[in-house]
């Protein structure tokens, strides 16, 4: 916490649309995952299909078409339109998750400790008890009292899952490369070996 004193959640962010994907991931796994219904409606707008929305109202209707087909392909029938809370609450986590991972010192305390999950899922209400705009996200309760912090945890830990894969596949394709170019430079040593060998036999 003390080498994350600097951070602050912002309220300017620059992958809202990317997000709002990911927040309809995270509310039909949560929707689906929580035996109570009161709950299920601080997660989305009553399981209604993501769709897609142009700010711009002379909008091409070609590109119109094209959004929509891509969000087909992507959704499958599984995303939802989270709600408001649940969008923010993920976007916060997201934003956290960029900051750690643009530090090589916080990443190296987060990949090396014991529960990498649980010590992200643990910041991030930390930091969000910081301010009393960010607290009041977590001191929401549903019609049956239930708090959203729990379920604040729980949203945490399936971000940092996503973040998670992607940073491993980043880093695998990162050593793939290097092996290759490596495995190359050696075919091009034992070629120009082979040419040598030959030329001074000739």
């Known amino acids: 916490m003390e ?18 994907y990911v927040a309809g991931f995270v509310s039909r796994g949560m929707t689906r995952n929580t035996k109570c219904k009161d709950c299920c409606v601080l997660f989305s707008e009553g399981e209604q299909p993501l769709e897609v929305e142009f ?12 959004g929509k087909s891509f969000l087909d392909v992507i959704n499958r ?8 809370l649940m969008y923010v609450t993920c976007l916060h986590a997201a934003e956290l998750y960029r900051f750690i991972t643009e530090d090589e ?3 190296k305390e987060l990949v090396t400790s014991k529960n990498s999950m649980e010590l ?7 930091k969000l008890e910081e301010l ?10 549903c019609s049956s009292k239930h708090v959203f912090k729990h379920h604040a945890r729980c949203i945490a830990t399936v971000m940092f899952n996503l973040f998670a ?6 880093c695998n394709n990162e050593i793939h490369k290097e092996r290759k170019w ?10 120009t070996n082979m040419k040598t060998k030959k030329l001074k036999s000739s």
């Open 3 to 20: 080498m994350l004193s600097n951070f602050k959640f912002s309220h300017h962010h620059n992958d809202v649309s990317i997000t709002d």
């Open 55 to 66: 700010a711009d109202i002379d909008i091409n209707p070609d590109d119109v078409a094209a």
């Open 77 to 84: 029938g599984g995303l939802f339109k989270s709600s408001d």
């Open 105 to 107: 010192q916080l990443l």
């Open 120 to 126: 992200f899922a643990e910041v991030f209400l930390s």
């Open 132 to 141: 009393d705009n960010t607290n009041g996200i977590l001191l929401i309760k």
């Open 165 to 170: 894969k992607n940073l491993v596949n980043e």
């Open 182 to 191: 490596e495995g190359t430079s050696e075919i091009k040593r034992d070629m």
